[in-house]
């Protein structure tokens, strides 16, 4: 079992910055990939970004990317997510997860095992 918790959302203008974290804790040492998605009122839940836990290579939707960085910290079991410019359309509940496999593709939300509880992030224009 993997335990997530996601901080850092809130209320932010059009054009500024949020940080999010996801520390994880329990079996973290079977992790591949930790992935950030997101999901608006009325949408599915979509992948936003993600990082391979043991070379960080990263991946980014086509929506965020120039605009939103994924870091991982190994020390602390923790990942974040960077989000500048931010937009109206970026409003949702952000969400951390873990992908234990190499082989499933990690843009793709079934890849992932374990969730966060979520964390709303708010851009009033």
């Known amino acids: 079992q993997v335990q997530l918790v996601e901080s850092g959302g809130g209320l932010v203008q059009a054009g500024g910055s949020l940080r999010l974290s996801c520390a994880a804790s329990g079996r973290t040492s079977s992790t591949y990939a930790m992935g950030w998605f997101r999901q608006a009122p009325g949408k599915e839940r979509e992948f936003v970004a993600a990082?391979?836990?043991?070379?960080?290579?990263?991946y980014y939707a086509d929506s965020v990317k120039g605009r939103f960085t994924v870091s991982r910290d190994n020390a602390e079991n923790t990942v974040y997510l960077l989000m500048d410019s931010l937009k109206p359309e970026d409003t949702a509940v952000y969400y951390c997860?873990?992908?234990?496999?190499?082989?499933?593709?990690?843009?793709?939300?079934?890849?992932?095992?374990?969730w966060g509880q979520g964390t709303q992030v708010t851009v009033s224009s």
């Open positions: 990082i391979t836990w043991s070379n960080g290579v990263r």
């Open positions: 997860a873990t992908n234990r496999f190499s082989w499933r593709v990690v843009t793709t939300r079934n890849s992932y095992d374990y």
